[in-house]
């Protein structure tokens, strides 16, 4: 062999496809397995409701009749299924939201446990919506939805509440140029109460009005009835915004996991993706409050789910939280309908009395670690 | 020894002051060069300023007055990739060890180099043509190559100093900047580390190693720079600066001065003990 000729053995060879994507097969299991879970919660909350079974064939030739495509259905059948493609829809976005808002949060905070519902941007939003829907002069949710601006103006007034929110929680719970577990949490368990106080006083102020207290009481734990197309176009332009940050975060947010500043010495403009992701995060929780109100923990444990079954990496954990978020929501309230029938717990309910204790044994799994913070 | 004086600054700091809001400021016009081909060893005492000066050289930090030049250019416009393309930093260890493979963290020593206007650089891992080799040469003279589907989690401390080191050389800068790299190596390692910069050094790159560890600055370094509360109080070539009047004001008289036999290039360095005896010998 002519030694000036350089070898290259065959593991040193540039190939740019040499390099593992973080997650590899996994992610695309996982995502596999939130897309059927998704199919399969929308034919069972299609079909399952108060009035009668509506088969899967009934729901698309609905659903086309309803974009102007086909015959409409005989008699209440095509209103009964526009009614259940809404309320489908809209729980699968807000899932999809409140998911992918959470999961942004925990990349900005570097932080497992920061959630919208947590941190208080959740609370936020719904002290916005609550206001306008003070403002407009209390009509409730009906007159909302079928006024033409108002779902709007909700919808900007809970925006502009969460986003307060979220930049007092990242202002006051910076210390020394890092976010102090403790004190996000214990930032968030304070805006709560603040904000719970003043929703509190606000609907007994409004007892005298019903529609008014209906309205207002219809955002403490989320409210997936009477929901029209406004809501859809907000939610779907909202978390179209919002995942189109993924591409600038994903993998940003995974060099920041070791420190904002060994990520801004590897060339990550912090500062951009900080924001970018904040944004991102408190439009797609606000559009989710502002449609359907407050839901606790989707943000919190669809995350958590995700990362145990797909790994860390936030360039999957972003797209596949969406994904998973719109299949744990519609499960959580199909199943959940189909198996208490009339009895028809409220989902921010339902979330609450699962998502409570998955909190607390979180806590419970990492003790040794938090006695550290 | 190459005489580099005669080369062009590759970066040059003049008149650096630094201080944290409402706090002592901590430099206090600091002006310093590095040449390339260039090892350059920052000590001082604790809290003299030394990981601070680091990190307003490297951009990471504004300084108040003065600034930064890189080639001529000041850095104060740059954007944060074009300042990573130029300047690689080796921190003291990392705020959160992330659960990631050892070869996906060395990897991120390439963020800076992803092309920005393309879908692919947006998308894709390993983007930039050079990328892969580039990594593999990096952990390769780190001696890291076989660890490369280890969690960085199960690594000890010296032995994710020397991942750092080679997400640091697979960053492919011009110019190096090591906060205590040694710090949790044990003796043939600090040796290793100290080499491979040296190696990096003779390479063309300029290299500053910030260390308390002034006998291994003394035999590698081709200048050594000593920082006493925010100013630059003694610089030179070792035998110029490891001597008693200089640092005797600095670090007390309980030092022991002394000259090593002759090292891998040939050369007798000085070297300075700790030492319980009071008076300063030379």
């Known amino acids: ?373 | 020894m190459v005489e580099t004086k005669d080369t062009v600054a590759l970066m040059a700091a003049k008149e650096l002051h630094f201080a944290y809001t409402s706090e002592a400021p901590i430099l206090r016009g600091v002006d310093l060069e590095l040449r390339a081909g260039e090892l350059v060893a920052l000590f001082g005492p604790n809290g003299a300023g030394k990981s601070t000066l680091l990190k307003v050289i490297g951009g990471l930090l504004s300084p108040s007055q003065g600034s930064v030049r890189v080639g001529g250019d000041s850095i104060d416009g740059w954007s944060t990739l074009k300042r990573a393309q130029h300047m690689a930093r080796m921190p003291q260890g990392l705020d959160a060890w992330p659960d990631m493979k050892v070869g996906d963290l060395v990897r991120a020593g390439r963020y800076c180099h992803r092309p920005t206007r393309s879908w692919r650089g947006l998308f894709m891992t390993d983007a930039a043509p050079g990328d892969h080799s580039a990594v593999q040469a990096a952990m390769e003279q780190t001696g890291t190559l076989d660890w490369q589907d280890r969690s960085v989690r199960e690594l000890s401390g010296g032995e994710r100093e020397r991942v750092l080191m080679a997400r640091a050389l697979a960053q492919g800068s011009s110019i190096l900047l090591a906060d205590e790299p040694t710090r949790s190596l044990d003796p043939s390692h600090q040796l290793e580390a100290f080499g491979l910069l040296k190696n990096q050094a003779s390479q063309g790159k300029a290299v500053l190693v910030v260390t308390h560890d002034w006998n291994l600055a003394s035999q590698f370094a081709d200048r050594l720079v000593c920082l006493a509360q925010g100013q630059i109080v003694a610089e030179g070539t070792p035998e110029q600066v490891l001597r008693a009047p200089v640092l005797g004001p600095v670090f007390g008289s309980q030092l022991h001065f002394g000259t090593l036999p002759p090292g891998s290039d040939g050369e007798a360095r000085p070297f300075v003990l700790p030492w319980s005896g009071t008076e300063a010998s030379d």
């Open chain 1, 1 to 373: 062999m002519n030694p000036s000729q350089p070898v290259d053995p065959p593991s040193l060879q540039p190939s740019p496809q040499a390099a593992p994507t973080p997650g590899g097969k996994r992610v695309w299991w996982v995502a596999c397995g939130a897309l059927t879970l998704l199919m399969a919660a929308i034919w069972v909350s299609l079909g399952v409701g108060r009035s009668e079974e509506i088969d899967a064939m009934l729901a698309l030739r609905g659903a086309l009749a309803w974009m102007g495509l086909g015959e409409p259905l005989p008699d209440a059948q095509q209103w009964i299924v526009e009614l259940r493609w809404t309320r489908t829809l809209v729980t699968a976005l807000v899932g999809a939201g409140l998911a992918y808002a959470g999961a942004l949060l925990q990349g900005v905070f570097r932080n497992d446990l920061a959630a919208p519902s947590i941190l208080g941007t959740t609370a936020g939003a719904s002290l916005g919506a609550s206001i306008a829907i003070l403002a407009v002069g209390g009509y409730g949710v009906e007159f909302l939805a079928s006024m033409g601006p108002a779902p709007v103006l909700v919808m900007i007034a809970a925006f502009t509440g969460a986003a307060l929110v979220t930049w007092l929680v990242a202002m006051l719970g910076r210390s020394g140029g890092r976010y102090s577990v403790p004190t996000l949490l214990l930032v968030g368990i304070a805006i709560n109460a603040v904000v719970g106080g003043i929703l509190a006083a606000m609907q007994s102020f409004a007892l005298s009005d019903f529609e008014v207290a209906k309205a207002l009481f219809a955002w403490g734990f989320g409210h997936l009835d009477d929901k029209g197309p406004t809501e859809i176009g907000l939610l779907c332009l909202a978390l179209a915004i919002g995942a189109s940050i993924i591409p600038f975060v994903g993998r940003e947010m995974d060099l920041l996991a070791a420190g904002e500043e060994d990520a801004l010495a590897l060339g990550v403009d912090t500062g951009r993706v900080k924001a970018l992701a904040l944004l991102a995060a408190t439009l797609c929780a606000a559009a989710s409050v502002a449609a359907v109100g407050q839901i606790a923990f989707v943000g919190l444990v669809v995350p958590h789910i995700v990362r145990l079954l797909a790994g860390r990496s936030y360039r999957d954990l972003l797209p596949l939280s969406l994904l998973a978020g719109a299949a744990f929501l519609l499960s959580v309230d199909a199943s959940q309908r189909w198996l208490l029938g009339d009895l028809r717990l409220r989902p921010g309910v339902t979330l609450s009395l699962v998502g409570g204790p998955f909190f607390l044994a979180l806590l419970v799994v990492n003790r040794r670690r938090m006695s550290s913070w």
